[in-house]
């Protein structure tokens, strides 16, 4: 049974107050986003966590996952200015996997990364078996053969090409991925054991230097631990940082090749909760989402189930925390994230100091919140809820709800755990969409921009 032990935040609620603003009140009623669906005609797409990105070209690339054991992901470009989407290819023909009778590669769980031309993003596993109520590699019906492994993968822009990089070791997909641009490094964690890889795309050389965290999220008991779904490199001295369920910030040493707890500061705080590591349904001390941010030289993120933002400065090894980046209900019940694991739909903006985050909120009728929260082994919630787009202004320290998100025609976005940020400032995600009985996971946007400058 997973275990979730929820804090007693009484004691430090003055301390927070003298370093973060105080968060902005709701008068009257909401105003509400209206989102567009953009039909990409897959009809098997099933949830993405990730898996976008907005590229330099001004279009908006992203993959939409597949469950299925022979149904692999497919890749997609949406091109703000025409309104096109392009289908550029399937994840096992990018693998070099295409008729294999191998389970597909079902997810690409990163976002992508854009460098001399070049996408770069890796491929994960979507198939899975339920083994002692926990997810795992899904076990291959007859005339079909395990999942292979995750792959680094790389998309020409201007050619449409792909370049397999590289396999994970272990049958392993990917689960996490970041590049090192200046130095041309590819950086990941693989999933369910946990292995840190390196990838050198000069020598076309990769390393695994390990297991992240015990036995990961293959453990049982004392050897389980939830795997960090997010890495931030530090573009000065190559330092890539993750953090384990304990709440340890770990650095990849560039120097020495290899993994070190950073000594300074940890992310076990108070105002995140009380969490058992050794238990499954969230995402513990971990941080959920991070991004660096180049002015201040910092690490901005968001902690998964209490929804905190928080900064991590390496040159200080110092983390603080700064502000509740929940939606305003949220805020105002204060209630934890229904997802349990929190939300992956976090990200800086074109203007390069506001933050964007999808996030969810509760649900009121007649004065009183909409209960029925259940939790699946992922830890998705089943309760009642709106999605909102919250910003954070970095310079102004300013917290901005934009209010609750719908659909043109009704309905509103739901299992929501990605975000690109158009050059225009307009905000595309990926969600599920209802079609009579069916839903599907497609694009979505979000006319924006939604920072209103710095005052």
Request: charge should be neutral; aromatic fraction near 10%; proline fraction near 6%.
């Amino acid at each position: 049974m997973n275990r979730l032990i929820y804090p007693l935040l009484a004691v430090s609620l003055t301390a927070l107050s003298s370093c973060a603003p105080e968060a902005p009140r709701a008068t009257g009623k909401e105003e509400r986003l209206i989102a567009k669906i953009h039909d990409s005609g897959f009809a098997a797409a099933h949830d993405t966590y990730n898996g976008m990105g907005a590229a330099s070209n001004g279009k908006i690339y992203y993959v939409l996952s597949s469950a299925e054991h022979d149904v692999a992901a497919r890749m997609f470009s949406y091109d703000p200015a025409s309104g096109k989407i392009d289908s550029l290819g399937d994840l096992d023909q990018a693998c070099g996997q295409a008729g294999s009778k191998a389970i597909v590669q079902g997810k690409s769980h990163v976002n992508f990364v854009e460098s001399d031309g070049k996408l770069y993003f890796a491929s994960h596993i979507g198939f899975y078996s339920i083994i002692d109520g926990m997810e795992k590699p899904g076990i291959p019906p007859p005339g079909f053969t395990p999942y292979p492994g995750g792959h680094f993968l790389s998309f020409d822009i201007a050619s449409g090409k792909f370049e397999d990089l590289g396999i994970a070791p272990d049958r392993e997909g990917i689960i996490s991925m970041t590049m090192d641009t200046r130095r041309g490094r590819l950086y990941g964690i693989t999933w369910p054991k946990g292995y840190f890889l390196r990838l050198d795309l000069a020598k076309k050389d990769l390393r695994n230097l390990g297991l992240v965290s015990e036995q990961g999220e293959d453990g049982r008991g004392p050897t389980y631990r939830t795997l960090c779904r997010s890495l931030a490199v530090n573009p000065d001295d190559g330092s890539v940082y993750y953090t384990t369920g304990e709440g340890v910030i770990m650095r990849y040493r560039l120097a020495s090749d290899s993994l070190e707890p950073v000594r300074g500061d940890d992310l076990k705080k108070d105002y995140f909760g009380l969490y058992d590591p050794t238990s499954a349904g969230h995402m513990g001390y971990n941080w959920r989402q991070v991004v660096w941010h180049e002015p201040d030289k910092a690490v901005y993120g968001v902690h998964g189930n209490s929804g905190y933002l928080f900064r991590f400065v390496p040159q200080d090894e110092r983390v603080e925390v700064l502000e509740r980046l929940t939606s305003l209900p949220s805020k105002r019940s204060g209630m934890f994230d229904q997802f349990s694991y929190g939300y992956l739909g976090f990200a800086l903006g074109p203007d390069g100091h506001t933050l964007h985050y999808l996030t969810g909120g509760p649900v009121y009728r007649e004065g009183r919140r909409v209960s029925g929260k259940s939790s699946t082994a992922k830890g998705e919630s089943k309760g009642e809820e709106n999605l909102h787009l919250v910003t954070y202004d970095i310079p102004a320290a300013r917290y901005t709800d934009h209010g609750p998100i719908f659909f043109e025609g009704g309905g509103k976005p739901t299992y929501v755990n990605s975000i690109a940020v158009g050059k225009d400032g307009a905000v595309y995600a990926l969600s599920r969409v209802s079609e009579g009985e069916h839903a599907r996971t497609d694009l979505i946007s979000i006319p924006g921009p939604f920072n209103a400058g710095r005052r």
